[in-house]
């Protein structure tokens, strides 16, 4: 008989409870415990996934020396990510962490230095890294569109009206503002599907705060490595909720497309102007909640790693840098995950 894997929640408002509520209805899993300061919250949790008195907690540190488990994941104030995830690396607890990792590009460093020292597994949680039309445009980049040469990206929604009072427009817990929140995904899936590496950012922003740290609208223009260039727009002050993501290269281009957050669709244009829509398969993916529980189980690849969450602290600290001193940031990605290494080096030998 297969075992049940055990699985805590740290932080259980609406995301958590998301991620809570997939754990819940995947074989092979279950929530074992819960952690939330919100006695409300906690309450509410431990009552929805059945989870006894003894096992629902106010500490996260407390939940992972006592209740034993298997897999561990994080939806906390962004701020939180990293010493929280470090706390379940080092306990050998395989951890599923929302986006951003976290909002410190030294500390994406190390972590990357920990998820790939040892066997314990550490999943971003950028969902559409398991999206078909983000997946098949990364896998076929190469061979319908050629190396990119400029790209454009944006996402609009109307994200700052309900942050008042709320932690995400509190940056000493978010980071930021729009740009550390639905931005990230925006962020992560040019620098994923692309395979580009960031060589330096101009930013300009709007901010909500006279502190200039919660953005509502931010620009950026990114320069990679290769000599391509990124236009990238974020707002959380519009009506509209949508998404692009277009792509032009030497031998053609690609467009991923959603509305109202509706499944994105892609397609291709090659450089005789012939449109070509393709089929995606919307059910094989996996949830992020089936999927951990699957590397929970089995070990592997996650979908979205350390190192690609890096990529994306790096862009967006950059940004806000260079909107507020109006310079140019270069960036040094290769000597972040040369630092990485040499501190895996250390790890393994500490061990």
Known sequence: MSRTHRIGITGTGGLGMHLGRGIDETDGAEVAAVCDVSDENRAGAGEAFDVPDAHRYEDHETMLEDADLDGVAIATPHTLHYDQTVAALERGIDTLCEKPLCTDVDHATELVARAEAGETVLMVGYQRHLDPAFTTARDAIEARVGEPTYITAEITQDWISGQDGAWRS???????????????????????????????????????????????????????????????????????????????????????????????????????????????????????????????????????TARDALAVTAVTEAAYESARTGETVELDLEGALERASAHERELHTQH
């Not at 509190?170 to 929140?181: E, I, M, T, V």
């Not at 599907?193 to 931010?218: I, K, N, S, W, Y």
């Not at 109202?260 to 669709?265: F, I, K, L, R």
């Open 170 to 304: 509190n940056p000493d817990l978010s980071g930021g503002g729009q740009l550390y929140d639905t931005g990230s995904h925006l962020l992560d899936v040019v620098l994923w599907t692309t395979g580009l590496t960031p060589a330096a950012v101009d930013a300009q922003m709007h901010f909500h705060d006279e502190a200039e740290r919660v953005d509502t609208h931010a620009a950026l223009n990114v320069t990679f490595e290769n000599g391509a260039v990124a236009s990238i727009s974020v707002s959380g002050d519009t009506h509209r909720t949508q998404e692009h993501l277009h792509v032009w290269g030497e031998r053609g281009s690609l467009y991923v497309d959603s509305e109202d957050w509706s499944p994105a669709e892609l397609a291709f244009v090659d450089e005789d102007d012939d449109y070509y829509r393709p089929h995606l398969d919307r059910w094989n993916g996996g949830s992020k909640a089936e999927v951990f529980v699957d590397l929970v189980a089995n070990g592997g690849t996650p979908p979205a």
